[in-house]
């Protein structure tokens, strides 16, 4: 059988193998001179994994422990925060009850600045005039009572007797022991009704026809004169009590020594000298207090007692009608009062 010379004769199964071996070969040593340093970096990145393990490990540790000392300095930072906080607040608090304080500090001496004098009613009003508004009144009958003038004045700048009878009533506790009371200076006759209503004996004295034919429409026992003439013209160690109220700023630096002197002599051994007066340690008091043209002089309670000494009374205090304490009242009460007692004979007081 002839065969075409394009033809190839088939190739024998040992061929085959042959041939397949000798191109396998190259392509196999060209594979393996390729993946030769990848499996000599695996060979060697194997032999190092505990060592990078180790630095890991080390460095997780490093990082803990830097997380660990940012959470304890972040922990401080919060307590230091909270107390910072804490002292504001309390700051603030403080800052807060100091304005406070000081806003009411500013409003009581506006108010003691601005203090106006009592005026009973609304005597007074405001009006229009040519020059503009103003403060006056209309009528003086408005201004008047059926008195005499001092009378009308003191309608007008003391007030109703009801307020000024509850402003005397702490002193009914000290004079009920110590009958009979003279009242000098005894105006509207405030203290003697109150006496009368208590069943205490007592007397008064004014130099105002108005005020005594007030008193005498009361049904009280007033007599016109001059204080001191009056007192001079009593027996010696005849009284109980010698109360004022309201009297001795009226009178000059010898009229009110001469006062304490008479009497010191008219009362009784362990009888009393009460004498009330407006309180100058009250700035709006000590403002006000010039609101009586026939004021002389503010007297201090400190010199209130010392003149008391000078007489020869002993002992002597100062106090504030309605308030507990005189050390509470020293720079509060509108009026104090001095007590004084004449000297006990044989050292006793009177009974």
């Known amino acids: 059988m002839s065969l075409n010379r394009h033809t190839r004769p ?16 190259p392509l196999a040593r060209r594979a393996l001179w390729r993946l030769a340093p990848g499996f000599a970096a695996h060979r060697s990145s194997r032999a190092g994994l505990p060592l990078q393990l180790a630095r890991v490990q080390a460095e997780v540790e490093h990082i803990g422990e830097r997380h660990d ?12 925060l909270i107390l910072a906080a804490e002292s504001l607040r309390r700051a603030t608090a403080d800052a807060d009850a100091t304005a406070g304080g000081a806003r009411v500090g500013v409003e009581t001496i506006e ?3 601005n203090a106006l004098p009592y005026v009973a009613g609304e005597a007074f009003e405001a009006m229009d005039t040519p020059v503009g508004e103003a403060v006056g009144y209309r009528a003086a009958a408005s201004l008047r009572s059926s008195g005499s003038d001092y009378v009308d004045f003191e309608e007008l700048f003391r007030g109703p007797a ?3 009878t509850d402003s005397q009533r702490p002193y009914l506790a000290l004079v009920r022991d110590h009958q009979p009371v003279l009242d000098l200076g005894c105006g509207r006759g405030e203290f003697l009704a109150l006496l009368a ?4 004996r007592g007397h008064g004295v004014d130099s105002d026809q108005g005020m005594v034919e007030r008193c005498t429409e009361l049904g009280l026992e007033v007599t016109l004169a001059d204080a001191n003439a009056h007192l001079e013209s009593l027996a010696d160690a005849s009284l109980g009590t010698v109360f004022s109220a309201q009297l001795i700023e009226h009178l000059s630096y010898t009229e009110l020594r001469r006062m304490l002197a008479l009497a010191l002599a008219k009362l009784r051994p362990g009888g009393l000298l009460i004498a009330e007066t407006v309180n100058p340690h009250r700035v709006s008091s000590l403002k006000t207090f010039w609101v009586d043209p026939t004021h002389r002089h503010p007297i201090f309670p400190e010199v209130a007692l010392a003149l008391s000494a000078l007489a020869g009374f002993e002992p002597a205090y100062v106090f504030a009608p309605t308030f507990a304490s005189y050390e509470q009242a020293r720079f509060e009460a509108p009026a104090y009062a001095l007590v004084a007692s004449a000297p006990a004979a044989g050292g006793r007081a009177e009974d």
């Open 162 to 164: 009801a307020r000024v």
């Open 111 to 113: 108010a003691t600045l």
């Open 69 to 80: 000392e940012r959470l304890e300095r972040l922990e401080d930072l919060a307590r230091e």
């Open 10 to 25: 088939p190739l024998r199964p040992r061929a085959i193998a042959q041939s397949l071996r000798g191109r396998i070969r």
């Open 197 to 200: 209503g208590e069943g205490i």
